[in-house]
């Protein structure tokens, strides 16, 4: 059962061909701690199929009428091919990224994804990680790339490297909202043993 545990809300952004893993991972590690969020297409249509043919039907679109990108305290963006250049061909979308980026709000994005950060001028002078493939378009839009850590977090900006990384990147959500405890909490409770002890 989810008990919420503060009023910000994430979203978890949904394109056709996104790494389900990456998406959903964030989602169930949200519920367990208690932060409210949503699934969004970038389509019209809610129903999105995953790169291995998962199907997901979104809480929302960014299409619906009255969505806003400011009711969120943060945007994630789920990595995959296609689903990456998906989200980048989102133009509502990378506008909002620029904004909050530009207000000193949270971004996140793994694997591909922190990729569409970096070619929108938002890892510029900042660390960060990706999928390995993907490194060298960070490298070249001036992220300070930590090519071997999972997960990066500099400042309001968390980015991780792939889907075996993925619980870990929802988790440095997690303790992005709630602290330390709440992230060890939900790491008790998926087994995840190999998680850092708050520093």
Known sequence: ?????TDERVAVFVAPGLEEIEGLTVVDALFRAGVPC?????????QVTSSHEVTIVCDRSVADAGFSFDD????????GI???PNLRACEPLCAA???????GRALAAICAAPSILAELGILEGRRATSNPAFQHVLAEQG???????P????????????????MAFGLEIVR????????ARVAAGVVLRDWPAAE
């Open 97 to 103: 990224l620029r904004e909050f980026a530009e207000k």
């Open 176 to 183: 992005h909202f709630l602290g330390d405890d709440a992230a």
């Open 38 to 46: 949503d699934t969004v297409a970038v389509t019209p249509e809610r």
């Open 143 to 149: 992220a300070d790339v930590r090519a071997d850590e």
């Open 82 to 84: 296609p689903g990456t």
């Open 72 to 79: 969120y305290a943060m945007l994630v963006l789920p990595g």
């Open 1 to 5: 059962m989810f008990k919420q545990m």
């Open 151 to 166: 997960v990066v977090v500099d400042g309001n900006i968390v980015t991780s490297q792939g889907a075996g990384t993925a």
